[in-house]
């Protein structure tokens, strides 16, 4: 399989509520209980939280449709086919699904996926989903997993020890890193929840979603990156700052690039890096591709936070 692309991606969740179901893979997987059988129902090119799947196999075959896909997709595709959505694009899914079936010693299981939607949470839009924050439930009675969001993904060495702590004095020492670039401390009594949140709000994180920073998006920045015009991080910093001046609470993505690598979907309102601190808005419009309708050029991230003020007075005016 090294002849895959570096960015060929595969999904697998339990069926869970608190699973990454939004982004987009070229194989993903979720489980789904069909007249109390568990099946592993899979879909292609997608994501569950937007595609039905095209069938499922029992849980035990699992392992086996992975490789078949993989070996499947190696077969069939030509070398500038690197993703699954580039094979599919010329290739009827249905004959690849019949290349899948061959390998396979089970049979794919149409039926049992066919109109049947997935019992999914409702969509995201991109940010932090709602579900990266908080306080929930686990199977054990009593017991809690509390999870918090790291500022822009970067956890540095102070919040990691802090976090560390938190779980061996409350938890049971686990630590769990999200796809929301949060973390999760599972098996926490319920009556500490309280003060596990508390704990991590004071090294730094973030806990709820009214904080401008839970729904700021930013790419590595040139600060990381070669391809990057402008130092992504420190400027989305700055405009939380700025905008929790104002009350404000957005959904903002910044990228140093027009690659986007830091949203998987084009989100309400896009910086889009011109130069060192300084960036076109869009804001997002399903009747223009890319980020949407260019609102303003070449602004500063001062700017941009007065911009945003200007529009919330106005909106209140009107």
Request: proline share 5%; net charge neutral.
């Given at each position: 399989?090294?002849d ?9 969740d339990?069926?869970?509520?608190l ?30 939280g ?38 599919l694009?010329?290739?009827p ?14 049979p ?65 020492g ?5 796809p ?73 993505h ?60 106005s909106?209140?005016d009107?």
């Open positions: 399989f090294h895959l692309s570096p960015k060929f991606a595969l999904s697998l339990a069926g869970e509520a699973v990454m179901r939004e982004h987009p893979h070229d194989l993903w997987l979720s489980a789904l209980e069909v007249d109390g059988e568990v099946l592993l129902a899979f879909g292609l090119a997608g994501c569950p937007h595609d039905a799947p095209l069938a499922a196999v029992a849980l035990a075959e699992g392992h086996a449709l992975v490789i078949a896909v993989l070996d499947a997709f190696l077969e069939s595709a030509r070398p500038e086919q690197t993703r699954m959505r580039h094979l694009a010329a290739m899914i249905e004959e690849f699904l019949q290349a899948v079936g061959r390998r396979l010693i089970g794919l299981r149409r039926q049992a996926c066919s109109h049947r939607a997935l019992e999914l949470p409702n969509p995201v839009g991109p940010g932090l989903p709602a579900n990266a924050l908080g306080v929930y439930q686990q199977s054990v009675a009593g017991r809690v997993a509390v999870g918090a969001a790291v500022p822009l993904g970067r956890l540095d060495a102070s919040m990691l020890r802090a976090v560390a702590q938190l779980a061996a004095q409350w938890g049971d686990t630590l769990r890193l999200t929301w670039q949060s973390v999760l401390l599972p098996n926490v009594c319920g009556e500490h929840a309280s003060t596990v949140m508390a704990g991590l709000h004071a090294a730094g994180l973030i806990c709820n979603r009214e904080q401008p920073l839970a729904n700021i998006i930013a790419c590595t920045g040139s600060a990381g990156c070669v391809k990057g015009l402008a130092d992504t991080k420190t400027d989305a910093f700055k405009l939380a700052v700025l905008l929790e001046h104002h009350g404000l609470n957005l959904p903002v910044l990228t140093a690039c027009s690659r986007s690598c830091a949203a998987a979907h084009i989100a309400p309102m896009t910086l889009l890096a011109t130069r060192a601190g300084h960036y076109d808005l869009y804001f997002r419009d399903t009747q223009q591709p890319g980020f949407g309708a260019l609102r303003a050029r070449d602004l500063t991230i001062e700017a941009v936070g007065a911009l945003f003020a200007a529009d919330s007075r909106s209140t009107d």
